[in-house]
């Protein structure tokens, strides 16, 4: 029952809190050096937003883990409700910026991957958590981990390719 038993999944859900909020406070620093070359470039605000974002998406989702005495229907509704609006928001941010004609096939396929890849999976954790069926909590580790690594290959950009 490990996967719709929030209770075994605290020490991931600290873990993945406490690395999420240092790494957006480290998104903050590289926006804050980089914000007027950021600015220059058409979509790029908006992606440093969407880190930001995505790492404030897994540390609500880690502390809504956290709360205790919550039943499994009542952590699946607040992940839904959470999930849902954080994916609609990147998704809605992001969209402009790869709409351009002078991106490239590759540059938005790795772009809308990143962005999905980051948000959908909490949106599938918390349906299946909800069914008690379809993988649960380890969709949302998923989600954890894929959103981190997105929004560090975005600080990656925002740091250090924005000035090659």
């Known amino acids: 029952m490990t996967a719709y038993d929030v209770s075994e999944w605290t020490d991931f859900f600290v873990a993945a809190a406490g690395a999420s909020a240092a790494l957006a406070g480290l998104v903050f ?64 941010l992001t969209r402009p910026a790869v709409a351009g004609h002078d991106r490239s096939l590759a540059h938005v396929v790795s772009h809308w991957a990143l962005v999905l890849l980051g948000t959908i999976p909490f949106v599938v954790g918390a349906v299946s958590l909800l069914a008690e069926a379809g993988g649960g909590l380890y969709w949302v580790a998923a989600g954890i981990i894929l959103a981190t690594a997105g929004a560090v290959a975005n600080a990656w950009v925002l740091l250090v390719e924005i000035l090659r």
């Open 29 to 92: 620093v590289a926006v804050s050096i980089n914000v007027e070359r950021i600015l220059q470039f058409r979509g790029l605000p908006e992606r440093a937003l969407a880190t930001v974002l995505l790492l404030l998406s897994v540390v609500l989702i880690s502390l809504i883990g956290l709360i205790p005495g919550q039943g499994r229907a009542a952590l699946a509704a607040e992940l839904l409700v959470v999930s849902v609006l954080f994916a609609a928001t990147i998704l809605r």
